[in-house]
């Protein structure tokens, strides 16, 4: 399901796409241009390919514009990413507090790869002849703007610390498996540790325990699956497939609350609770180790995030079954 303000790529006219069009340059310049201002004094060699690169958007933007004025007149309807379905929800860039450089460079890469597709798609989608033309060279234009992106170098990051191919295949793993795996486990690991722990105290019986869990996992693993599946049809993203991507989420989510919840297969009510209790510790470490090595964040703050909200629901579990 999708919400009515909300329109599919293919639903959008030649009008809109050239209004998109329009917006998409207006956004990606103003970015760029904030890079800019936040580098040009610790980082003046990056800060210069920035300025180059929103320079260009600007460009783009003004042919974009003149060739709407002709097909469509003065008027441009306001249409925004979050209008069409398909695009990456990304984080606005002044929320990114200290200055991380690494940040921005995967944020310009991403953002120049999302755009080259949508060029690419909506050329393919128009029939008048000069509409498909522009799109198609911006299309060229931004791939190679994604080629710049990735020759992007700073003081933490040298020319030769990854190849182009390596760095793209990191990006799409990242994209279709390790950010909806990472969701589900996360979920699967932490919302079913409240019903399961609660069961465990409530009725001091491991079975009993062990059906609660199992329920809890498969649901939650079936609800995240869906959620992840209808949120974005990976259409411009590059996220894949929505269904492989809504299986791994789904996936991982019952794992992420089986893992805890086999322990209860032992008759032994305080051995299964023990063996569970250290399968907890275990998810909750392998977990902040998984977002430390792929989402970037230090071990330290990962650790905090995780164990903190684990910890939280783990207690109200015992808390409530206890009472």
Request: glycine share 8%; aromatic share 8%; charged share 20%.
């Amino acid at each position: 399901m999708r919400h009515n303000d909300v329109k599919n790529f293919d639903e959008l006219t030649e009008q809109e796409i050239l209004a998109l069009a329009i917006s998409l340059e207006e956004d990606d310049e103003r970015i760029y241009q904030d890079f800019v201002y936040r580098l040009r004094d610790t980082y003046p060699a990056t800060a210069d390919m920035y300025r180059q690169m929103a320079s260009e958007e600007d460009s783009h933007r003004h042919a974009l514009i003149e060739l709407y004025r002709a097909k469509f007149g003065e008027h441009i309807p306001l249409i925004r990413r979050d209008d069409v379905a398909g695009f990456v929800k990304r984080r606005t860039v002044w929320v990114n507090r200290p200055l991380n450089i690494e940040a921005m460079r995967e944020h310009a890469e991403m953002a120049e790869f999302e755009t080259a597709r949508f060029y690419a798609r909506a050329a393919r989608r128009t029939n008048d002849a000069t509409i498909r033309q522009l799109l198609g060279d911006l299309a060229a234009a931004e791939r190679e703007h994604t080629n710049m992106a990735d020759r992007l170098t700073s003081e933490k990051i040298g020319p030769d610390a990854r190849a182009q191919e390596a760095e793209v295949s990191r990006r799409i793993f990242l994209l279709q498996v390790v950010q909806p795996g990472l969701a589900g486990l996360m979920d699967g690991s932490v919302s079913t540790l409240a019903p399961l722990f609660a069961a465990a105290f409530a009725t001091h019986n491991s079975w009993q325990t062990f059906l609660v869990g199992l329920a809890a996992s498969i649901g939650a693993g079936i609800s995240m699956g869906f959620a992840e599946a209808l949120s974005d049809n990976g259409s411009l993203t590059g996220r894949g497939n929505p269904w492989s991507r809504g299986a791994v989420c789904g996936l991982m989510t019952a794992l992420g609350g089986l893992g805890h919840t086999m322990p209860f297969m032992i008759a032994s009510f305080w051995t299964a609770t023990s063996i569970a209790f250290a399968v907890v510790v275990v998810e909750l470490a392998l977990i902040s180790w998984i977002r430390h090595r792929f989402m970037e964040t230090s071990i330290i703050s990962a650790a905090a995030q995780v164990g903190l909200g684990g910890a939280i629901v783990f207690a109200t579990g015992i808390l409530i079954g206890s009472s």
